[in-house]
């Protein structure tokens, strides 16, 4: 058995398919892993869906910003904007069974000796503190609170985690941290506008994974989000994944017995 993890999909599923088929991947002896964002920009949203929930228990993922996105417009929040290519999901007849789905994902998970997540772990944060955090959010999803999220989900204010948050407010912080980071200070606060290459921070921030005070710097980290890193290695125990297919980049999967990435070329 051979557990991969995929990037960012953003709704393709052909090269998923074409590269899974050059792994002779085997659904009833290995798994799929994503770090989120499974749909969105690409022309295969609702394929993805139906295809990755077809796998069942031989796949798991993180949700991602673009996937949350989705939720949000299903529940009436916002109307899609124009980049967006979610329409086809809306209005299939398995709808809201593919949503119910997708929203009981979860926000950050354990694969062996790996963390995977959609965007990142903020410095101040220890892994156990980050999955009691993730698990916290996940609740919210689940539960009966889950529109009251959706409403205030969007935002960049607070922008740095403090114990005593409370309610929609500590969920969105968390909620970005997981999904939308990726420059901060060494304290945590973020700073969500700039999605430039790591080497052109905004003053005063770095990207979440350089600061030396992090408190997962020894940890096995799994993520996807920030393709202006094209897949780069920033570090010793990071794993970044969006190698920026959806911009003509590589699709990137990786083999997490043996850590080989295997690509796609768009």
């Known amino acids: 058995m051979t557990n991969y993890v995929v990037g960012d999909l953003q709704g393709f599923l052909d090269p998923l398919l074409t590269l899974l088929d050059q792994l002779e991947f085997d659904p009833s002896l290995d ?5 989120g964002d499974v ?70 998970l354990s694969a062996g000796p790996y963390t995977l997540v959609h965007a990142g772990i903020p410095p101040q944060w220890s892994l156990e503190e980050a999955f009691n955090h993730a698990h916290e959010v996940e609740a919210i999803l689940r539960g009966e609170q889950a529109g009251e999220f959706f409403n205030a989900m969007y935002g960049n204010t607070p922008d740095i985690w403090h114990p005593d948050l409370q309610g929609p407010e500590r969920w969105r912080v968390i909620t970005n941290y997981f999904t939308r980071m990726r420059f901060c200070t060494a ?60 911009w003509g980049g590589r699709l990137r999967i990786m083999a997490l017995e043996t850590g080989e990435y295997f690509h796609i070329s768009a």
């Open 39 to 108: 749909v969105n920009r690409g022309p295969d949203s609702l394929e993805t869906l139906r295809y990755l929930k077809s796998l069942g228990d031989r796949f798991h993922m993180t949700l991602g910003n673009h996937d949350l996105h989705l939720l949000a417009i299903a529940q009436g929040v916002r109307p899609p904007n124009r980049k967006d290519t979610l329409d086809d999901i809306l209005n299939a007849p398995d709808r809201d069974e593919l949503l119910h789905w997708l929203q009981h994902q979860s926000i950050m």
């Open 31 to 35: 798994r799929l892993w994503s770090v």
């Open 187 to 246: 304290e945590g606060q973020l700073e969500l506008e700039t999605k430039s290459a790591p080497d052109k921070p905004p003053a005063g921030f770095a990207a979440w994974y350089s600061h030396g005070n992090r408190k997962t710097r020894l940890d096995n980290i799994v993520f996807g989000h920030w393709a202006a890193l094209e897949g780069k290695l920033k570090g010793p125990y990071l794993y970044p994944l969006d190698t920026g297919y959806i």
